[in-house]
């Protein structure tokens, strides 16, 4: 008689199997570690996933799944703010966001590049979907009147998106949680003052002397709510296919 998986027993393996890969990579890890990390013998990782890559691929799947709801595109945020301000407002918490779930899932993210093989084109496809988005934002900031109708789309997305990916790179480096909320304030206002219209670029002055004087944004609740709202459904619904 075949011995029945356990749901319980392949979402240990799964956090056990995370925090091997991120530490050693998928060419040092061990099922037998992975299997001692989440308490279950060795046969009873093999009821679960035919090899460490099979485990390595749920997981990958998992988290670039929860990262789409993060790396969204501007259609998928209904009611964007029209007020230069407000919208400065809006990609910053956005941002913030972001980069926060990025460093609760740092060590995740150490695990990327040792994807090869079978699941390498699992993160090729996401970066292609990334360089797409940017663009779109580009493309939204241009035809909204927020960067000029002459900057070249393909290199400021280019840009923004080298710009970003060195943050992440600085961000994994740190021993302690960075001053998130400073770096990409700095980066925001840098990409809207080369690339913004007159009226953008007096939104960013607007903006910090508004800051200075303690006066918060009005649109960053309801965006932490419903980036909140997305990723938990996105994250549930992942947790009841792989289970």
Known sequence: MSRIADPKAKIMLLRAAEEVFAEKGLAGAKVEEIARRAGVSKGAFYLHFESKETALKQL???????????????????????????????????????????????????ILPSCQGNTDYLVIAFRAEIDATTREWVDYWRREGIFRPEVDADLAATLIGGAY?????????????PQLEDWLRFALETFFRAFGTPEMVAAVDFRNQRVSQGIGGRVADALSNQMMDRSRATRDHKERRHI
């Open 60 to 110: 990958l799947e998992s988290f670039l799944a929860r990262c789409h709801s993060y790396f969204a595109p501007p259609a998928a945020y209904p009611g964007l703010p029209e007020d230069p301000a407000d919208l400065l407002d809006f990609s910053l918490a956005r941002d913030v966001q972001i980069y926060e779930f990025l460093w609760q899932n740092r060590a995740f993210l150490r």
């Open 165 to 177: 990916n060195e943050l992440s790179t600085r961000m994994l480096l740190a021993e302690t949680r």
